[in-house]
Every structure is written in C-alpha cells, then in structure tokens.
DNA sequence: CTCCAGGTGATGG
DNA sequence: CCATCACATGGA
C-alpha cells in the first residue's frame, strides 16, 4: 500500500470527465471514499482517498517504482493546472464556476491506440454501453491478468481481495480478430471501422506513434482519414491519447455551453487551454444535467 | 416496448 | 457549403 500526497488531484472529477472508460468505483473504504479501478496500459491500479489523511493524501495498490515511473505521468501530476485556469478570465463566472466544481480533473496520458478505438465505438453510445463494449473487447483475447488486492480487502471486505482484468488489445491482436470476433462485443456498425483502423495501422500504413510529432493541425487532418473518425473523434483522439490540451472536442454538450455563455465562439485568450477549460465545463454540464433529471422524478 | 446515446458518412439540395 | 437521414446495440 503506497502513501501519496498530491494537490489539485479528484478521482472522481477525472472518472466523470468524460475522458476514459476503464476507470470505475470498485466499492468504498469507508462511506465516502470510494475506491477506484483503474486500467491502463497492461496494468490495474486501485487508488483512494486516505481516510486518516487530509483531502490530499491518497492510497494506491502499486509499489513507489510503478508509481514514479508510471502513474505519476498517466495522472499527468507534473502539470500545473493553475496555469490552465489562470487562462480563464476572472469575470466569466460560469468558467470560475465550472473550474471550482471540477477543481482536481487532469487530462489523462491515456494511449493514442486505445483512444482511437474506444471514441469510435464512443459515437451514438451512452458511456455505460461504451464502456461495457470496451470490456468486451479487453476480454476477447481471453489473456486474464490478476491483480491481487487482498490489503484492500482487509480493510473492508466487501472489497475484492483480487481483481481480474484484461489489457486493451493491442494493433496487431485487433488486426488478427475476424468480424464476427468484434462485431460480438457490440461494436454494431463501427466493427467495419475497428477492422479497417487495425489494418491500416498494423501494415503501418497508420503509424500513430509517429503521429506525435506532428503540430495539431496535422494531427486532426490524419485523424479525420481514418473511416468512422469525425471531427469530435479526432479531437478526442488528440486531446486525450495525445495529450493536445488546446484542443477542444465539440459535442452536443459543448456546443450548448458555447451558445448559451459566449454568444457561439470561445474567446481568443482561452485558445490555448481549451482542451483543459472544455473538461471542467463538460464535468459542470454533465453534473448539472444528471441533478436536474433527479429533480423531474 | 420505446427512446436515446460525448457522431459520422452518404446523399440531395 | 448546409440539411437530412440511416445506422446497430445496450441501457434506462
């Protein structure tokens, strides 16, 4: 069990911002510390607040190394986020708002790969189907790892002692699934799209490591090639598999915002940081919609 | 059973 | 260029 203390840092904020699907509660500590699964590249992390600590200490189920040399960059903790929000102006109130909501939301280092996919099954899905069709997919290859969990479990034992998980198929593997083998996860009529994505990437034809050094303009331009990428997946694609934090996905959700505060265009000044203003605005949005659909029952 | 989901591509003006 | 429509499923 590793002790952690960071600042400006909500696991919630992150799960719910939209931005990944293979991150879920997998029960609570104590009421009101829920613990977190988290899957990414090949492994399985369990992280929660610290019930005897203060709001910035945490626990998680890795080892310091694993830690340093990994999650530390996946959680993206070497960005200051204060110099995304200084961005805002301090008389939009709505952005203060939305900011001060979802104060401790990062912008996952997530993989370009498994972005990609998972925001083309994303289109015209809710994110419990998205992500029950994600897992699906995980699970294909049939290749279980275990993540032993039995400290967690002895703390509260309605935890699991154990979780058993799959890593996200790699291009190769995709590449080698037969249409039945996708379409079965519930991919519907985005499995002719994951076909053609994987085969163009494992000849090499689509070569999304290379894509990195490309400016955002050029990224957003080889993205909307691929079959079944539009402009919302490529933005997404961008934003959260390659990190471009001034990029911004336009959703429904978004675009709803965008009229009803800035009279239909962002402006100038937020450019820059608008991959990071856009994620708490999503979270408010999101949030104050799911309240709002409580209060009509 | 019905409705809708962080959209996209094809088609017709 | 803009408006409209079909699209396969799962979740509520």
Wanted: hydrophobic share 35%; net charge negative.
């Amino acid at each position: 069990m590793l002790h952690l203390t960071i600042d400006d840092f909500d696991l919630r904020a992150i799960a719910e911002s939209g931005q990944c699907f293979r991150m879920t509660e997998a029960g609570n500590l104590r009421p009101g510390f829920p613990v977190y699964k988290v899957i990414a590249s090949g492994s399985c992390l369990l992280i929660s607040g610290d019930p005897d600590g203060d709001e910035n200490s945490f626990l998680a189920s890795c080892t310091e190394s694993e830690w340093e040399n990994f999650y530390k960059r996946y959680f993206d903790l070497d960005t200051d986020y204060g110099i995304y929000r200084d961005h805002a102006d301090k008389n939009d109130s709505f952005l203060q708002k939305c900011m001060e909501y979802g104060r401790g939301i990062r912008i996952l280092n997530q993989e370009p790969w498994e972005m990609l996919i998972s925001f083309i099954i994303s289109q015209r899905k809710s994110v419990p189907a998205i992500r029950t069709t994600v897992e699906r997919l995980c699970a294909l290859s049939g290749k279980e790892k275990i993540l032993d969990c039995s400290e967690w479990h002895a703390m509260n034992s309605e935890l699991p002692d154990r979780i058993i998980y799959y890593p996200f198929p790699s291009v190769e593997t995709l590449a080698e699934y037969s249409f039945e083998d996708i379409n079965s996860t519930g991919t519907g009529y985005r499995t002719g799209y994951i076909m053609e994505a994987a085969r163009r990437a494992s000849t090499g034809e689509l070569d999304l490591h290379a894509m990195d050094k490309l400016s955002d303009e050029e990224l957003l331009s080889v993205l909307l090639g691929i079959q079944g990428v539009g402009i919302k997946v490529a933005s997404c694609t961008a934003l959260f598999g390659f990190h471009r934090l001034s990029i911004c996905p336009e959703d429904v959700w978004m675009k709803r915002v965008k009229e009803q505060f800035y009279a239909g265009v962002w402006p100038e000044s937020y450019r820059p940081a608008l991959g990071v203003l856009q994620q708490y605005m999503f979270y408010y949005a999101r949030l104050e919609h799911e309240k709002s659909k409580i209060k009509e029952i």
